[in-house]
């Protein structure tokens, strides 16, 4: 008997699946359950969209949907136009410390870890698709979901550069990280010995473009000769290749394309520029510029051939 006992328990634990879901009343009770996969909170118009209501039980309440959140917590949030003063403290009470912003377009789902900062969010077609597709997408980003918690985890443990260049990571990734995670960055890094801080303020118009382009509004600055907007790029995208990521070096490069353009449309330079474009990333939208530029404005296509003129 003990042992048709033990039999029939595997039996039924190889049926359980290995993650399982659970529906939380509040943020707050998700957090108490620990779970490992975060917390995925539903919003929907509960006076006022008759469809993400409904779908509280056709899509919230699905067996797929639920296996494809894995280990995590389902919260439901709902969203009211004119709430009463017993719904706003109810909202209020569900919420508490929800750190998840405003959001404009329901239903959506939001993937948030246990300290309520949000990671995904998911609306328009990726929540209104059929259920197969819907729970594709929710193994999707929870993969992501997992990996990226990974990072911030580590980041918050580590010290020195490896505590800068993981949060560095984490920020490029998308990661809503703590509001001073930058500072910490730097504190970490004093000597700027890693590239993030410079990755993550990277801003074309302060690095270049506001020194090429005549603001009317500043009648008296000077903008930098062509020779020098070349020497400046060169400086930040060709000679140094490890400081900022190949689609912000093609930015730059672009950016200095731009200005040789308007200034002089033969100018030589423009080819070589464009040809380091397409060297550092051939399928990118910069690539394609590059492509366009020289189209256009020297009617010729990237392999050097004249482009043809249509007769009307």
Known sequence: MKKFLTVLLLLCLAGTPLFAAFAAKTFEAAKKRDPKDGILVYFYGADWDFRSKEMLKSFWGDAEIKKACGNAAMLAVPVFQNPSEKQQERVREIRRGLKVPHIYSYPAVVMCDEKGRKYYILQGDEILADTKTVAATIREK?????????????????????????????????IDYPEDALKIIRENDPKGETPYAKRIEFNVFKLITDKTHRDPDKPEAKMISTDEACELVKKLAVDDETTYLPWQRQELLSACVAYLRRTDKTDSRIKALNKKIREIDPDSVWAS????????????SADGKKKKRRRK
């Open 142 to 174: 929870l993969d992501l979901f997992r990996k990226q918690k990974e990072i911030l985890q580590k980041a918050e443990r580590a010290k020195g550069l490896t505590k800068a260049k993981l949060y560095g990571e984490a920020m490029l990734e998308g």
């Open 289 to 300: 510029v590059a492509d366009q530029t020289e189209e256009i404005w020297l009617g010729k």
